[in-house]
């Protein structure tokens, strides 16, 4: 981290209220200028995320039934296919049907994206997310 820089900022106090209250609910350990620092590291963790010829992470999860026809199969080959970008998977048999599985991605977020739409698209598939996040090399 670098120096340390004060700013202030001007606020509606109603706004501020409720912005100090959803810190309080965090605990002890978050104070009013680490949950600033949150919110402007997600801002610049979006914005990198928009860019979409920069490099960055993702995981996908995503629960889907292994006794569905062929679909572990699907998912398998997907992630074959792009294995240069897939760089790990976790899966863990949640019950007797259902399985998660944890899909750490790096490429361009278009890249990304499209494997993404194409795992949790595939019919058969109950819940799953991508979760976009940033080797930070570029904020
Ligand atoms: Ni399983």
New binding site residues.
């Given amino acids: 981290m670098g120096n340390l820089v004060r700013f202030s900022v001007a606020m509606d106090e109603a706004l501020l209220d409720r912005f100090d209250g959803m810190v309080a609910r965090r605990g002890s350990a978050v104070n009013r200028s680490e949950a600033v620092r949150d919110l402007v590291r997600r801002a610049l963790v979006e914005a990198e995320w928009e860019a979409s010829d920069q490099e960055i992470v993702g995981t996908i999860t995503m629960v889907f039934d292994?006794h569905a026809t062929d679909l572990?199969d699907k998912l398998d080959s997907l992630q074959h296919a792009h294995h240069e970008r897939i760089i790990s998977s976790m899966?863990?048999?949640?019950d007797a049907h259902?399985?998660?599985?944890v899909i750490v991605v790096r490429g361009t977020s278009a890249e990304v994206r499209s494997i993404a739409d194409a795992l949790l698209g595939t019919k058969g598939v109950k819940h799953g997310k991508l979760v976009p996040t940033t080797t930070g090399r570029h904020l």
């Fill in positions: 292994h572990s899966h863990v048999h949640l259902n399985c998660l599985e």
